[in-house]
C-alpha cells in the first residue's frame, strides 16, 4: 500500500504524518508508518484481511479513508492475498477548534478497493 498525504486545496505536502492501517476487527493491532519530506507514504508486507487507514497530523483533523463527515466512520478497506493499492490521495483539513466536530470531509481516497 502506498500513497501521499497533501493538505487539502493545495498540493503541498504533509510531511511526519501519522499514517495507520487498523485491522478492522481489533484496532489495537496493524500497521503504522509516517510520510517523508514529499508527503509519500509505504506499507510493505500487509497481511490480507479487513482494514481501516486513518492520517493523522498535529493541526489537522484525523481522517479515515472513506470518511465523509466527522461523525462518521471511514469504509472498511478488505485486502486480498497479492492485492496492492498504490497511488492513495489522501487531503487533511485544517482543525479549527470551535468548528471541528462540524467539518465536513471529503472522501479522501482517490482509488477505491474492491
Not at 66 to 71: I, K, L, Q, V, Y
Not at 79 to 88: H, S
Request: aromatic content about 6%.
Amino acid at each position: 500500500m502506498a500513497g501521499s498525504v497533501l493538505k487539502s486545496g493545495t498540493s503541498d505536502p504533509v510531511r511526519k504524518a501519522e499514517i495507520s492501517l487498523q485491522k478492522a476487527d481489533d484496532p489495537r493491532s496493524g500497521y503504522l508508518t509516517h510520510t517523508d519530506s514529499m508527503g509519500r507514504f509505504a506499507i510493505d508486507k500487509i497481511e490480507p484481511g479487513r482494514y481501516r487507514l486513518r492520517v493523522e497530523w498535529s493541526g489537522y483533523v484525523l481522517q479515515e479513508c472513506g470518511e465523509n463527515s466527522a461523525a462518521s466512520a471511514g469504509a472498511i478497506l478488505t485486502l486480498a492475498p497479492g492485492q496492492e493499492a498504490r497511488d492513495l490521495l489522501l487531503r487533511l483539513r485544517r482543525t479549527d477548534s470551535m468548528r471541528l466536530q462540524a467539518a465536513i470531509l471529503v472522501d479522501p481516497c482517490a482509488k477505491s478497493f474492491g
